[in-house]
């Protein structure tokens, strides 16, 4: 069982940034890959970006790519999001979620290998 709390989300200016984390409870977290997905009202929840259990595979859609930045501290369990260049189209609530390894590479950028999620923390950019 995971359980996983995000954090940092807020209210920022188009062009800001913002930086969200993830905190996770879960003795084997390192063997979990991990996920940031959002939803907008209105539409479906979207992956924003993934990454492997190590850390070395980050993985992007296009939308966010060269402005987001995922990374992961195994040692302290938690999961980040930074967040450069904000636009409005990228005001949401956002989620992080953790997949068991054991799938296709490819299975990772579609939100159905990912089991636990965390409650979302909401992103507003304003123009």
């Known amino acids: 069982q995971v359980q996983l709390v995000e954090s940092g989300g807020g209210s920022v200016q188009a062009g800001g940034s913002l930086t969200l984390s993830c905190a996770a409870s879960?003795?084997?977290?390192?063997?979990?890959?991990m996920g940031w997905f959002r939803q907008a009202p209105g539409k479906e929840r979207e992956r924003v970006a993934h990454?492997?259990?190590?850390?070395?595979?980050?993985y992007y859609a296009d939308s966010v790519k060269d402005r987001y930045t995922i990374s992961r501290d195994n040692a302290k369990n938690t999961l980040y999001l930074q967040m450069n260049s904000l636009k409005p189209e990228d005001t949401a609530m956002y989620f992080c979620?953790?997949?068991?390894?054991?799938?296709?590479?490819?299975?990772?950028?579609?939100?159905?290998?990912?089991?636990?999620w965390g409650q979302g923390t909401q992103v507003t950019v304003s123009s």
């Open positions: 979620a953790a997949a068991p390894v054991g799938y296709p590479w490819s299975d990772y950028f579609i939100p159905n290998p990912y089991k636990y």
């Open positions: 990454i492997s259990t190590s850390g070395t595979g980050a």
């Open positions: 879960a003795s084997n977290y390192s063997t979990y890959w």
